[in-house]
């Protein structure tokens, strides 16, 4: 053989062809064992699974919420062995979604025979084309032609203007938003603001009276030339403006009224100073005005100017007899950075506060509200929204104004889950549960009398007034029958229970300083 011959390059040769080869087969090995869905799942056969995957889910949740959050919004993108993946339009519809993963991954397990983990994300481009029958892919344009153009004029689009669920709940939200947070650009007296269309409760009623009074009888010669409100917002201040204002114009036609902000009020005195006419705006205010009302008075703090200003358009009107109302969010004494002597005039004329609304309260504004929007919505419903809602009637009546939207914007009735997903409430029986033995101690606490007394058969004035207020506090939040509540207040029968309950309502359409007992001690309960 000849010694010569390239052995070396020959086995490299060989070598070199083989081990290709071998790392291949090593390679595969080593891959996971992923089936993607582009190579084992044409779009059509993915299409029925999510048919499939949707027709379960149809039958494990109720089709007010199928149609509001599914149908149209979730679609199956891509299947592993392992993993299922879902596209939703946004995050909203996402979150909305994930609130019910436990009927999704069931219905997963009905398709398909088995468990998936399940990914959401969210598409940006979620908008289809009308002429589409197949679901997009992710680099679909909104802007599309069939064939290519042969010139200009041959160029045609499709343009699907449908609005997603996204867009219609972008306007459930905007219409939310926009009553939480209304656009305040000056003051114009609102008609649809009326004493007819405020709802009276024991929070608000001694405000009430007094702004009636005063659209009756307005300045010196009525009962209150000078009216202060204050309460936190949201609890209808602004509306007993309103609702004056109404009277007053209805009563008095050829009165002057002046309804603004503190804010506005500050900003005119600026402007008329820049201009050089503040003699023009000291006569409009001390001159020409017959009724001031200014809203969130407390804004005038540290503004000294201003203080100035108004301290003496306050002395004219108030020495010639015409009408002064403002609000706040302060007590005249709880304000910072005003004046002593315009603190004091404050606290001139009568001085009222509005508590947050009770129980029955934020009940019949939630059925006033929801007569003005013409939604109709089941009794367990308002009493659910009412007792989660306790703060702020703009809230109360915001949750309707939300629920009204959705209802409209998606066509479907409103029930209880749906209204607990919108608004996001949680499950009554978390909610603290109040017993007897609390209201009694509250009702000791408050009034300063022991419980042994409340229980015993003490029938002095002071005992027995605060035992009939905590009977009917037990009747109202415990909810508690009479027979319980005469057992528990020193064996009495249930007629006692029957009087005190009865005693107490009738009180409270005239007793003030009942009515703020009772909203006191209900408070702290």
């Known amino acids: 053989m000849n010694n010569n011959f390239p052995f070396d390059q020959f086995l490299k040769s060989s070598e070199t062809q083989e081990k290709p080869n071998l790392f291949q087969e090593t390679e595969k090995k080593q891959q996971p064992q992923v089936v993607e869905s582009n190579e084992f799942f044409s779009q059509e056969e993915l299409q029925l699974i999510d048919t499939e995957i949707h027709n379960s889910l149809k039958s494990l949740v109720n089709a007010q919420k199928y149609n509001a959050f599914f149908d149209g919004a979730l679609s199956l993108s891509n299947l592993t062995l392992d993993t299922i993946e879902f596209r939703v339009p946004s995050n909203l519809i996402k979150s909305m979604v994930q609130k019910n993963m436990e009927q999704i991954e069931q219905s997963i397990i009905n398709a398909l025979g088995k468990e998936y983990k399940v990914n959401i994300s969210v598409n940006e481009q979620s908008r289809t084309l009308t002429s589409s029958t197949s679901r997009p892919s992710e680099n679909t344009p909104s802007l599309v032609h069939e064939t290519k153009p042969k010139s200009v004029k041959d160029i045609t689009f499709t343009l699907d203007l449908t609005p997603t669920k996204d867009d219609l709940l972008s306007k459930v939200e905007s219409r939310y938003i926009d009553h939480m947070n209304p656009e305040q650009v000056g003051m114009i007296i609102d008609p649809a603001k009326t004493f007819d269309n405020f709802v009276v409760g024991p929070s608000n009623n001694l405000a009430n009276a007094a702004a009636i009074a005063i659209s009756k009888n307005p300045g010196k010669d009525g009962k209150y030339p000078s009216l202060y409100i204050h309460s936190n917002s949201g609890l209808?201040?602004?509306?007993?403006?309103?609702?004056?204002?109404?009277?007053?114009?209805?009563?008095?036609?050829?009165?002057?009224?002046?309804?603004?902000?503190?804010?506005?009020?500050?900003?005119?005195?600026?402007?008329?100073?820049?201009?050089?006419?503040?003699?023009?705006?000291?006569?409009?205010?001390?001159?020409?005005?017959?009724?001031?009302?200014?809203?969130?008075?407390?804004?005038?703090?540290?503004?000294?100017?201003?203080?100035?200003?108004?301290?003496?358009?306050?002395?004219?009107?108030?020495?010639?007899?015409?009408?002064?109302?403002?609000?706040?969010?302060?007590?005249?004494?709880?304000?910072?950075?005003?004046?002593?002597?315009?603190?004091?005039?404050?606290?001139?004329?009568?001085?009222?506060?509005?508590?947050?609304?009770?129980?029955?309260?934020?009940?019949?504004?939630?059925?006033?509200?929801?007569?003005?929007?013409?939604?109709?919505?089941?009794?367990?419903?308002?009493?659910?929204?009412?007792?989660?809602?306790?703060?702020?009637?703009?809230?109360?009546?915001g949750s309707l104004v939300k629920l009204s939207a959705f209802s409209e914007m998606m066509k479907v009735d409103i029930d209880t889950e749906m209204v607990k997903e919108i608004l996001m409430l949680k499950d009554l029986d978390m909610d603290k549960k109040v017993t007897l033995d609390q209201v009694a101690k509250a009702s000791s606490q408050y009034f300063k009398i022991p419980v042994a007394d409340l229980k015993s058969k003490a029938r002095t004035k002071d005992i027995a007034n605060a035992r009939f207020v905590a009977m009917y506090l037990s009747r109202k939040i415990v909810n508690a029958t009479q027979e319980e509540i005469g057992n528990f207040y020193g064996g009495r029968d249930h007629s006692s229970v029957v009087h005190a309950e009865k005693t107490i309502s009738k009180r409270l359409e005239s007793d003030i300083g009942l009515s703020r007992d009772v909203l006191t001690i209900e408070s702290k309960l």
């Open 236 to 397: 209808g201040k602004t509306h007993l403006l309103h609702a004056v204002a109404n009277g007053i114009k209805e009563n008095y036609p050829h009165f002057v009224i002046c309804l603004i902000t503190a804010r506005d009020f500050m900003k005119e005195m600026i402007d008329s100073l820049k201009d050089k006419k503040l003699h023009e705006f000291q006569k409009k205010y001390s001159e020409i005005v017959d009724v001031l009302m200014i809203d969130d008075i407390h804004e005038l703090k540290n503004k000294e100017s201003t203080q100035n200003e108004f301290f003496h358009v306050f002395n004219e009107l108030y020495n010639k007899g015409k009408q002064l109302i403002f609000t706040s969010d302060k007590a005249p004494e709880e304000i910072d950075g005003i004046e002593e002597r315009i603190r004091t005039r404050l606290q001139w004329g009568l001085v009222v506060d509005i508590q947050k609304p009770d129980l029955e309260t934020r009940i019949a504004i939630l059925k006033r509200k929801a007569y003005e929007l013409d939604l109709y919505l089941a009794e367990d419903i308002l009493n659910l929204i009412a007792c989660h809602v306790k703060n702020s009637i703009r809230e109360l009546e």
